[in-house]
């Protein structure tokens, strides 16, 4: 199985600060096809995931271009500029290269 | 609006079984692959099982094949999700969530539904 693991934050930070929030994969996520299979999600207190990336960098539709990710084939970041109350949660990377799908353990983000 | 809607969760002793439902609405259901992700309390996300569009091919996470069986039905535009032999390490949110296409990230998730396995 492919292991995510997710970096920590040194929080809270401060509310108009920027955060980034480090992944790392066990394999590369990078396919032939030149995509690579990364995807990011928002979990709010209380609330559902929300999708916010996949492939890597693409944004979800209707999420905030204040949220941007990058990386390689097996590290990833999801860079948060002008962080907001709003962005308040645990923040989940997910590998859908193949299966089983994993997630990372998640990185909570509190705000100043 | 898509919505996703799951329902049958509850309280359940070890070794019973259960059957999830998740209605799904807003969108042209038979086109997109589900799947099932559960996430313990306190805990993250684990991806459970996903089933293809017509319900042929269908994907289970180690722990859990032989006892789960992720199933569709696209006339009724539901998901569901059959759990035997449940175990306390079952005991989870149980999400229904919609792949976005390509590949296997989540779109859309319903709101949760709450199993818990106890004596």
């Known amino acids: 199985d492919i292991v995510m693991t997710q970096g920590a934050l040194p929080n809270p930070v401060p509310s108009g600060e920027s955060a980034s929030i480090t992944c790392q994969s066990s394999?590369?996520?990078?396919?032939?096809?030149?995509?690579?299979?990364l995807n990011w999600y928002l979990q709010r207190p209380g609330q559902s995931p929300q999708f916010l990336i996949y492939?890597?960098?693409t944004r979800a539709s209707g999420v905030s271009d204040r949220f941007s990710g990058s990386g390689s084939g097996t590290d990833f970041t999801l860079k948060i500029s002008r962080v907001e109350a709003e962005d308040v949660g645990v923040y989940y990377c997910q590998q859908d290269l193949e299966f089983p799908l994993t997630f990372g353990s998640g990185t909570k983000l509190e705000i100043k | 609006e898509v919505q996703l809607v799951e329902s049958g969760g509850g309280l359940v002793q070890p070794g019973r079984s259960l059957k999830l439902s998740c209605a799904a609405s807003?969108?042209?259901?038979?086109?997109?692959?589900m799947a099932w992700v559960r996430q313990a309390p306190t805990k993250g996300l684990e991806w459970v099982a996903s089933i293809s569009t017509g319900g042929g091919n269908t994907y289970y996470r180690d722990s859990v094949k032989g006892r789960f069986t992720i199933s569709r039905d696209n006339a009724k535009n539901t998901l569901y999700l059959q759990i035997d032999s449940l175990r306390s390490e079952d005991t989870a949110t149980y999400y229904c969530?919609?792949?976005?296409?390509?590949?296997?990230?989540?779109?859309?998730w319903g709101q949760g539904v709450m199993v818990t396995v106890s004596s």
């Open positions: 807003g969108f042209t259901y038979s086109n997109y692959v």
């Open positions: 394999k590369s996520l990078l396919h032939s096809n030149g995509k690579t299979y």
């Open positions: 492939w890597m960098s």
């Open positions: 969530a919609k792949d976005r296409d390509y590949g296997s990230s989540f779109d859309y």
